[in-house]
């Protein structure tokens, strides 16, 4: 008698859809312009993978953890080397205690996503908090809040998030000035309600669940086809395309980023994208001033929105690090090689490539920076 699984044809549909995915960045529209980019698209491809692994594999909604979704070795979304992110899944029907330090966090959040819930991105923001306006950090660095459905709010002035029925996840930001030699944030999430355990008076969870059964063929099956849509949904957008030389070394308008979005940009955050494109005796210069925030950096990405490798190369400049002018502007140079100029982003062997500028908590809209190509030794 022959056994029959549907976790088997998830399982094939997975490994089918990874077998082929190297086709979005080798043939058509969106193929890369060369082998460093090539190299770079596979080992992204294992890098989706093993973060659709975590946050669908092994995510369990009743008994949630955060796990990290970017790292020095691990690039995705438009990862940078001053934050840490995680991700916990959401069940929109319990009720979660979120405690933690703030560590050396100059800005600090956590937002709710919602849509569908089948590994496919988000597409709007459900609610958020940040240490700079919505909950309390205790003098020792600690912190607690809430998230749960309609009615589940204690009212006792503990911070809290509202989930919608369409609530699926939980991604934290964490930014630090010196991220290199700070002490960065911890915080675990619990369930302490859900329908089969009441939140108790006071809003004190009952004693921990038991165990979860063992996995069934149905439950790995569903989770198997919600990590090839994590993966399904990202080969769809990336790698981007690189508009044409005489297009690029620009920079778009910074915008807010809306309620209803795509993925999981942040509420707290104004952005800006340009793309630069640069022989070996050129640089690009980036002129601006920003308005007051708690943090702000520039970016260079490769077309998998993934930073160069920050861990040998300056690739990535925040506020902190900026050397300004007397008035308060500033002047970024970006370019193959050491220009001899102040605020020097290496390009890290790519000739072409994005620029992306983020500003938290801004007190108002960026001016666009403007840009210009000027010569150097090659």
Known sequence: ???????TEAFHDLLDLIKDADQSFLTGDRAVQDDVLVAEGYRWLTEVLGIALDVYLWADPARPEFVDLVGPTRKFGGDNADAFYSFAPIDPARTYRITGVRGDAVYLSF????????????DNIVGWLND?????????????????????????????????????????RDYMEKPRVGTRATYA??????????????????????PPPP????????RLRATANFVRDLLAVFPLTMPPADESNVMQDPWPVPAATYGWAAPDACYAMG?????????????????????????LWN????????????????GTQVAYEDDGSWKLVVAANDPGLPNWLSTAGHPRGLLWFRWFLAEAM????????IKVDG
């Not at 937002?111 to 988000?122: E, F, I, M």
């Not at 996995?215 to 569903?222: E, F, S, Y």
């Not at 001033?289 to 520039?298: H, I, T």
């Not at 960026?366 to 190509?373: I, Q």
Request: aromatic share 10%; net charge negative; charged share 20%.
């Open 303 to 318: 077309p998998y929105l993934q930073t160069y490798d920050y861990r040998y190369e300056q690739v990535t400049i925040n």
């Open 132 to 172: 700079r306006n919505d909950f309390t950090v205790a003098d020792d660095g600690t912190f607690e809040f809430l998230l749960g459905p309609a009615g589940a709010d204690p009212g006792d002035g503990t911070a809290f998030i509202e989930l919608t029925p369409d609530a699926v996840a939980c991604v934290t």
């Open 215 to 222: 996995l069934a063929d149905a439950d790995l099956a569903t």
């Open 275 to 299: 793309y630069y494109d640069l022989a070996a005796d050129e640089a690009l210069v980036v002129e601006g001033r920003s308005p007051d925030c708690v943090f702000w950096n520039l970016c």
């Open 1 to 7: 008698m022959t056994r029959s699984y549907q976790s």
């Open 366 to 373: 960026p001016d666009r920076p403007t840009t210009r190509v």
């Open 111 to 122: 937002t709710v996503y919602g849509g569908p819930d089948d590994g496919r991105w988000s």
């Open 189 to 210: 999430i619990e369930a302490v309600a859900g329908p089969e355990r009441p939140l108790s008076a006071g809003g004190q969870g009952p004693t921990e669940p038991p």
